[in-house]
T-cell receptor, first 109, second 116 residues
């Protein structure tokens, strides 16, 4: 059974701080890793994907992957109240994306 | 220009009824999916089709029957609806990815199903 684990939160950070979201996965054969953001009542939207070990930066977002530790993280720099949402980690390989249950982030103005 | 569109967005129906949700994507993707998000917000795959062929069927009751008339459309028909079927159903599609068949998923807006 492939599993993706996330802390459900809520994770509260002050505006302007760095938010750090973490995810672990069970399937060592996983090859691609994704972070989605979901606002309440809306569909998930892709923020970033990462395939290789290390860091990948896109604007205020940095995804980090460590395949040896089966660990993926998302850093959000200069957090804004508009970043308040549920962040879903997802993992894929020879099967479709398996999602974690999401971490609810609250950015306090 | 909506990439993945599904209808209806909201559906309220009585137990025992049969209902359908339609989905269309204009992204040119070969793979389409149905995901279910329950009241605890857990998003779980139900079905996956690649170029009209069923490739994934995840322990879903056979009251749920997907149908893909072509690779741009994937519909979901649900028979004999039960209270526990109340959820949000997301249609999605993905291209053939860098690492293989399954890659970045693009979701439709969701269909909120309430069974009373």
């Amino acid at each position: 059974q492939k599993e993706v684990e996330q802390n459900s939160g809520p994770l509260s950070v002050p505006e302007g701080a760095i938010a750090s979201l973490n995810c672990t996965y069970s399937d060592r054969g996983s090859q691609s890793f994704f972070w989605y953001r979901q606002y309440s009542g809306k569909s998930p939207e892709l923020i970033m994907f990462i395939y290789s070990n290390g860091d990948k930066e896109d604007g205020r977002f940095t995804a980090q992957l460590n395949k040896a530790s089966q660990y993926v993280s998302l850093l959000i720099r200069d957090s804004q109240p508009s970043d308040s949402a549920t962040y879903l980690c997802a993992v894929a390989g020879n099967t479709p994306l398996v999602f974690g249950k999401g971490t609810r982030l609250s950015v306090i103005a | 220009d909506t990439a993945v569109s599904q209808t209806p967005k909201y559906l309220v129906t009585q137990m025992g009824n049969d209902k359908s949700i339609k989905c269309e994507q204009n992204l040119g993707h070969d793979t389409m999916y149905w995901y279910k998000q329950d009241s605890k917000k857990f998003l779980k795959i139900m079905f996956s089709y690649n170029n009209k062929e069923l490739i994934i069927n995840e322990t879903v009751p056979n009251r749920f029957s997907p149908k893909s008339p072509d690779k741009a459309h994937l519909n979901l028909h649900i028979n004999s609806l039960e209270l526990g079927d109340s959820a949000v159903y997301f249609c999605a599609s993905s291209p053939f990815g860098q690492t293989g068949l399954f890659d970045t998923i693009y979701f439709g807006e969701g269909s909120w199903l309430t069974v009373v």
